[in-house]
């Protein structure tokens, strides 16, 4: 397996990677984002605008940016299906 040396990829260490693994056995990139999705607009929803976090434009970004990711993911398994596999155990 790859090691990581870019201090930008610090956490992304074996353990790191098996433990997204683990998660991915759980669901697949698409249904957790699917999952987040639904569990973000109901709180959007459910919450009356002045009572959201005054961070609430960062969540929102930061949200966003975990479902593109999730998207990535998604698309990156589907091209590589058994990538994680030949890389070896974590």
Known sequence: M???TDPR???LTEETLYRLS???EFAS???L???LLEIYHHYIIHELPESLPNNFSDLAQSMQLLFDFLKFLKEEM???PTKVES???Y
């Open 2 to 4: 790859e090691n990581f």
């Open 87 to 89: 890389d070896g155990d």
């Open 29 to 31: 990139p698409d249904e």
């Open 9 to 11: 990829h610090a956490a």
């Open 22 to 24: 683990t998660l991915f």
């Open 33 to 35: 984002r699917e999952y």
């Open 78 to 80: 589907k091209s590589e």
